[in-house]
């Protein structure tokens, strides 16, 4: 069984192979204004298969994942004094990060960055720890800490029980979930899936072409045009769903509240059919569909 | 990496909806994959020549068609009927193959983004001029951003401010990308 | 005498298109009558155009093609039904395996128990017809609108109570913090669940309050399976 502390598993040529790369990387953080002191000296580095998957877990402090063109893991990072680092696995599956943790006891901050392929998947968890990543794809998931996700990526799962996410990503597919944290969703995702249970959801896309989005008690922001084509769906029980769309948004919207109010101020537009709980209109050609509905919650429409 | 299962999404659509979606659908909404195959068997030929001439490969574009119908399994509790299927599978497949080009380095939209790429009238020069070529082996032979763009304007009909929202490009570019892609096909044409 | 300028590349394209605004046709017309370099262009365009449009749109796929493809789809579609359980392995990843395998089938745990209890969801949809008219009291074959609701409640009830009991097993597991802000947010769901019950007691054919609630028991069944995977 090997040794859990530090376990490299790379040979003499791996280690100037990665050298020579995180050599390149760092002349990059020197352009980028990040260098590799402030990173930390290397904890782990071998080479992987492009589409390997990575689990990473640190409680605290926090993990940086930045996805790269090499078929290549680099760790770098700081762990806690005390605390024990793995980096266990083989070319297809690794384990990453800080796993022997006494739950009874607060967690020492530890802070990795690490590089890895593009097209891996990873799985970081965190307790308090915030959770950055870039080009990478895979299930986010932490209990207080923030998730910010950027670039590129096949699909994007982060979920917090109440820390914020933040999500600004080019994706087919994007599932998002906190508590009470603040969710934001930009960029480029396509098919969205993001619920709040009091935190608040804002939604600033144009490429959204399918969007569900939910919250019990935290208000919903919409501002933007919806795409051609798009279908979404907002559902509130006591929060607010705010839209602030363009005067140009092609759209048929249908708002419904149980008992809350609605506020349309497209007042130049003729609804199709309006109540002081319901409305239904048609912007534009009607190109999206957009569906809400609260149970208490106002809607508010608002042109920008 | 494939999502997870998130389970049924609300499946509350009004009796209009519910009239438009047929019983195959449903039932296919409701996880018989048997019924699955069925809409598969149906549309997939449209899905593979819409992917084949947006990418101009044969095994790409199958492997890309598999994707779409994966997608398109694990979305389609949330198609309501307001289009035809073949609407919404169509505009699936038009996402899936744009996110591919996306992400591939070789073949990338970044074409587009980039106008005056080098590639763009290296290969129009370097495609075979052949009388006898039909429009799918010329279109084949475009770069891909080029290509895309061409075949959602001109084939599929798409505007250039639809092209512009799907691709996350101006207008303007994807029309100067449309004009560059018939000028290399009017030369691969021999027109 | 000024050389005439030659159309735009815009121009030349919006022509063999057809296009071309009314105010700029008549100084197009008058462009191409005059310039034969353009003329001939725009003609190359057209006959692109024309070849296009002519040429029959192909959208046939083989049999043969179709069963090649269709193995594949399926065996996707299959292996996203059942989250899989890592293999035995070698020592090398002996940790890793054994670890991803207890994730795997704690995440089995709630993903099955969060799926039942979607489904639980998807029988109140389903089972209360969407339109009933208001003076439509008799539902179809399952009773009154608020017996059916009242059923799959208690089926739902049932569904999250296992998944809350599993939550207590682990609550020891968990930080202060953490299992207190799980019992807010299972709090502020609660209120509404009661909140929405209490409304379609009163209108039991709304659908959208029905719509609405389902959102909430399914936003409880995430929070359920959230706090599982915290521990």
């Known amino acids: ?304 | 990496m494939q999502p997870r299962m998130s389970g049924p999404t609300e499946a509350g659509a009004t009796t209009d909806d519910v009239g438009r979606i047929d019983d195959v659908v449903r039932r296919a909404q409701q996880g018989d994959v048997q019924a699955f195959e069925l809409l598969y068997r149906s549309h997939a030929p449209a899905v593979l020549t819409l992917c084949r001439r947006m990418l101009g490969d044969e095994q790409l574009a199958r492997e890309l068609v598999q994707d779409v119908f994966v997608h398109a399994w694990e979305r389609l509790t949330s198609f309501r009927g307001q289009s035809a299927l073949a609407t919404w599978l169509h505009r699936l497949a038009v996402n899936v193959v744009l996110e591919h080009l996306r992400s591939s380095k070789r073949d990338a939209l970044r074409l587009i983004e980039d106008p005056d790429e080098e590639a763009f009238g290296g290969r129009a020069f370097d495609g075979q001029i052949d009388a006898r070529m039909d429009i799918d082996s010329a279109v084949a032979q475009l770069p891909g951003g080029a290509r895309a763009v061409f075949v959602l304007h001109d084939i599929q009909g798409y505007s250039h401010d639809e092209i512009a929202q799907m691709t996350g490009i101006a207008p303007g570019t994807a029309r100067a990308q449309l004009f560059r892609a018939r000028r290399a096909l009017t030369r691969l044409l021999d027109l | 005498m000024n050389t005439p300028r030659h159309l735009t590349e815009e121009d030349r394209h919006a022509v063999a298109d057809g296009t071309l605004d009314s105010q700029r046709a008549t100084d197009v017309a008058a462009h191409l009558a005059e310039c034969e370099s353009c003329t001939a262009d725009v003609a190359r365009l057209r006959k692109l155009m024309r070849r296009l449009h002519a040429e029959p749109v192909t959208t046939s796929a083989s049999p043969a093609t179709l069963d090649d493809m269709w193995p594949g789809i399926r065996a996707r579609i299959e292996r996203s039904k059942v989250v899989p359980l890592a293999p035995a392995n070698t020592a090398s990843t002996s940790t890793v395996v054994s670890d991803r395998a207890a994730t795997v089938r704690r995440r089995s745990l709630w993903l099955t128990a969060s799926l039942a209890a979607a489904a639980v969801v998807f029988i109140i949809l389903e089972r209360v017809p969407r339109d009933v008219a208001p003076e439509d009291t008799a539902v179809g074959s399952g009773g009154t609108p608020m017996s059916v609701v009242a059923e799959s409640s208690r089926v739902y009830e049932q569904e999250a109570n296992t998944l809350l009991n599993d939550l207590e097993l682990q609550r020891s597991l968990l930080r202060p913090q953490t299992a207190a802000a799980i019992d807010h947010d299972l709090h502020i769901i609660d209120q509404a669940i009661a909140e929405l019950k209490d409304a379609i007691a009163h209108d039991p054919n709304n659908p959208a309050l029905r719509r609405l609630l389902a959102s909430s028991y399914r936003q409880k069944v995430e929070l359920l399976k959230r706090a599982g995977l915290s521990g």
């Open chain 1, 1 to 304: 069984m090997r040794d859990s502390q530090v376990d490299m598993n790379i040979s003499m040529l791996g280690v100037a192979v990665v050298g020579a790369m995180v050599g390149s990387i760092s002349v990059a953080q020197a352009q980028t204004s990040t260098s590799a002191n402030n990173e930390g000296p290397i904890l782990g580095a071998r080479a992987v298969n492009a589409t390997a998957g990575f689990t990473i877990k640190n409680a605290a402090g926090s993990v940086r994942l930045i996805g790269w063109d090499y078929d290549s893991i680099v760790v770098r990072g700081r762990v806690a004094t005390g605390e024990r680092f793995s980096f266990v696995g083989d070319k297809a599956a690794m384990k990453i990060g800080m796993y022997s943790q006494d739950a009874g006891t607060p967690p020492r901050p530890s802070h990795f960055v690490i590089y890895l392929p593009k097209r891996s998947s990873v799985t970081p968890t965190t307790v308090t720890g915030d959770l950055f990543a870039t080009d990478v794809s895979g299930i986010f998931t932490s209990v207080s800490g923030t998730i910010q996700i950027r670039g590129s990526a096949t699909s994007i799962e982060a979920e917090s029980i109440n820390g914020s996410v933040d999500i600004d990503v080019a994706a087919p597919w994007v599932h998002a979930r906190t508590g009470q944290g603040h969710l934001l969703i930009r960029g480029t995702p396509q098919d969205v899936d993001a619920a709040t249970i009091g935190g608040t959801l804002d939604v600033a896309s144009p490429a959204i072409l399918r969007g569900r989005f939910t919250s019990v008690s935290g208000d919903i922001h919409y501002a933007g045009q919806p795409a051609w084509g798009g279908i979404f769906e907002f559902s509130n029980h006591s929060g607010a769903v705010d839209f602030l769309l363009p005067r140009a948004t092609s759209a048929r919207l249908e708002l419904s509240s149980v008992v809350g109010l609605i506020e349309n101020g497209f007042d130049r537009i003729r609804p199709v059919a309006a109540g002081p709980h319901s409305l239904r209109i048609n912007l534009g050609r009607g190109d999206a569909q957009i569906t809400a509905r609260t149970f208490k919650g106002v809607i508010r429409l608002r042109p920008e």
